[in-house]
Nanobody, 122 residues
Framework: QVQLVESGGGVVQAGDSLRLSCAAS????????MGWFRQAPGKEREFVAA???????SYADSVEGRFTISRDNTKNTGALQMNSLKPEDTAVYYC????????????????WGRGTQVTVSS
């Protein structure tokens, strides 16, 4: 079992930066792929970024070049650095983990945090 808790959300203006953190507890986090997903009101939850245990990363086209995912297996933590934020980035952001190597497909993620709200005003 892996338990995940997100933090770092808030209200910012367009162009600002935020850093989301994901604290993991339970064994074997270091053997899990970690991902970030987001869900805006009235929309489906969507992939944002993911990082495998070997450091391989993947990003949604909408955030490529602006967001950076990272992890520290020694501290059981992960992070999502978000720069140049846009109003369309407004959503609840979720940290997730999977024992599979898949990165993008939401259906393979079986551990989820409760989410943290990010609001970007124009």
């Amino acid at each position: 079992q892996v338990q995940l808790v997100e933090s770092g959300g808030g209200v910012v203006q367009a162009g600002d930066s935020l850093r989301l953190s994901c604290a993991a507890s339970g064994r074997t986090f270091s053997s899990h792929t970690m991902g970030w997903f987001r869900q805006a009101p009235g929309k489906e939850r969507e992939f944002v970024a993911a990082i495998r245990t070997d450091g391989t990363t993947s990003y949604a086209d909408s955030v490529e070049g602006r967001f950076t995912i990272s992890r520290d297996n020694t501290k059981n933590t992960g992070a999502l650095q978000m720069n140049s934020l846009k109003p369309e980035d407004t959503a609840v952001y979720y940290c997730a983990a999977t024992g599979r190597t898949a990165l993008i497909d939401i259906k393979f993620y079986n551990y989820w945090g409760r989410g943290t709200q990010v609001t970007v005003s124009s």
